[in-house]
Nanobody
Framework: QVQLVESGGGLVQAGGSLRLSCAAS????????MGWFRQAPGKEREFVAA????????YYADSVKGRFTISRDNAKNTMLLQMNNLKPEDTAVYHC??????????????????WGQGTQVTVSS
């Protein structure tokens, strides 16, 4: 499995921006799709965004489309999530995840076999 470490979370006012990073180690980063999920208190973990192995394909939850951008740098084993125009409902712990080989249901939690510990994002109104 791969080890994943998130960073970049924090407290921001509504309308502000944050950029999350996910550093990966332990297996060939470029061989696996990657994703971001988030979990708010009392709620299930939900899909935010995903990116294909090469970075050519990206996918977003409807709630973040047009505000968040996922990207990856395979040379640096790093994935990013640029979050703009943040809203209070974006408040959650954000986790990066590495997909299972051959996974196609990239919006499903079960398609990922490695998870980071998460980074807290808090958006005040």
């Amino acid at each position: 499995q791969v080890q994943l470490v998130e960073s970049g979370g924090g407290l921001v006012q509504a309308g502000g921006s944050l950029r999350l990073s996910c550093a990966a180690s332990g297996r060939t980063f470029s061989s696996y799709g990657m994703g971001w999920f988030r979990q708010a208190p009392g709620k299930e973990r939900e899909f935010v965004a995903a990116i294909t192995r090469s970075g050519a394909g990206t996918y977003y939850a409807d709630s973040v489309k047009g505000r968040f951008t996922i990207s990856r740098d395979n040379a640096k084993n790093t994935m990013l999530l640029q979050m703009n125009n943040l809203k209070p409902e974006d408040t959650a712990v954000y986790h990066c995840a590495s997909a299972r080989l051959g996974a196609v249901l990239i919006r499903n939690v079960g398609s990922y076999d490695s998870w980071g510990q998460g980074t807290q994002v808090t958006v005040s109104s």
